[in-house]
């Protein structure tokens, strides 16, 4: 069983004022029965890439009853957990002035081009998991104010995820 090194300095605050989130996991098992299962793609923005997570159509409405009209900000978070094999980021994110707060822990050595994308634009998207909600029109973009720590997750992530696989995570 692989021990996951947890540092609480690899916790990169992507905004001004944040609180670390509060989750802990220890094995593998835990990291794979807690990985963000609608998934996570890119999508196309200004002529680039943006990373977009996915989340249940029901999510999105609930995200978007509690920002619409206002003036919102989003605190986020990268939470890096690494073995030197096998990389795992928590991506929290939390809308200040509301009660609304995901957490989506995503499996980084399939998921390089993403973390690439997330350096290069500073920009993260939210949007429903199915299709028949996906459109330009249905995506919810967060701008990032300190893009070089989502650069310094990239670089962690580069150095320490030794085991891609095209297919998934492999036990072992």
């Given at each position: 069983?692989?021990?996951?090194?947890?540092?609480?300095?690899?916790?990169?605050?992507?905004?001004?004022?944040?609180?670390?989130?509060?989750?802990?996991?220890?094995?593998?098992?835990?990291?794979?029965?807690?990985?963000?299962?609608?998934?996570?793609?890119?999508?196309?923005?200004?002529?680039?890439?943006?990373?977009?997570?996915?989340?249940?159509?029901?999510?999105?409405?609930?995200?978007?009853?509690?920002?619409?009209?206002?003036?919102?900000?989003?605190?986020?978070?990268?939470?890096?957990?690494?073995?030197?094999?096998?990389?795992?980021?928590?991506?929290?994110?939390?809308?200040?002035?509301?009660?609304?707060?995901?957490?989506?822990?995503?499996?980084?050595?399939?998921?390089?081009?993403?973390?690439?994308?997330?350096?290069?634009?500073?920009?993260?998207?939210?949007?429903?998991?199915?299709?028949?909600?996906?459109?330009?029109?249905?995506?919810?973009?967060?701008?990032?104010?300190?893009?070089?720590?989502?650069?310094?997750?990239?670089?962690?992530?580069?150095?320490?995820?030794?085991?891609?696989v095209v297919r998934g995570m492999q036990d072992g």
């Open positions: 069983m692989a021990v996951y090194r947890h540092n609480k300095a690899l916790i990169l605050c992507l905004q001004r004022y944040c609180a670390v989130p509060k989750r802990n996991f220890s094995t593998l098992d835990e990291f794979k029965a807690n990985l963000h299962k609608e998934g996570a793609t890119l999508v196309e923005f200004s002529g680039g890439k943006v990373p977009c997570i996915l989340v249940s159509p029901k999510k999105y409405e609930e995200m978007l009853g509690k920002v619409y009209g206002r003036r919102v900000s989003a605190d986020t978070l990268l939470d890096i957990f690494y073995d030197g094999r096998d990389v795992f980021v928590d991506v929290n994110i939390k809308f200040r002035d509301t009660d609304f707060e995901g957490n989506f822990l995503l499996y980084a050595n399939d998921m390089l081009e993403w973390f690439e994308a997330l350096a290069e634009s500073g920009m993260m998207a939210m949007g429903p998991s199915e299709t028949t909600y996906t459109n330009s029109q249905n995506i919810f973009m967060i701008q990032l104010p300190k893009k070089d720590a989502a650069e310094k997750a990239l670089e962690i992530i580069k150095t320490n995820a030794k085991n891609r």
